[in-house]
């Protein structure tokens, strides 16, 4: 799989993904298996993370953020208290 995320054009990564489909969609191993007719039925959106420059990643941390200070301050007085909070901790 290593080989096939260090594609950088789509028809590298369509051409070393179906490789990887063929080589693991019949093996003795049944998760791998499973994972692999998982992943052929995702294969255009599997084809478009693999090239998007993009990525979620800090939204995610954000809104991890947000859950642990929920979390961890239960019970503030009113939602103003909350909202300071979140701000002071994510410098936004």
Excluded at 26 to 34: E, G, M, P, R, Y
Excluded at 35 to 53: D, G
Excluded at 60 to 72: A, F, P, S, V, Y
Aim: some cysteine; overall charge positive; charged content about 30%.
């Amino acid at each position: 799989m290593r080989y096939v995320l260090k594609a950088t054009t789509m028809t590298q990564a369509k051409r070393r993904l179906t490789e990887w489909f063929k080589r693991y969609q019949f093996h003795l191993c049944s998760a791998v298996s499973k994972i692999a007719k998982t992943f052929s039925t995702r294969e255009k959106a599997l084809l478009n993370t693999l090239i998007s420059p993009l990525s979620n990643g800090m939204m995610e941390g954000t809104n991890n953020k947000i859950k642990l200070i929920k979390r961890r301050g239960f019970g503030y007085r009113n939602e103003d208290r909350l909202f300071l909070c979140l701000r002071l901790e994510t410098g936004r």
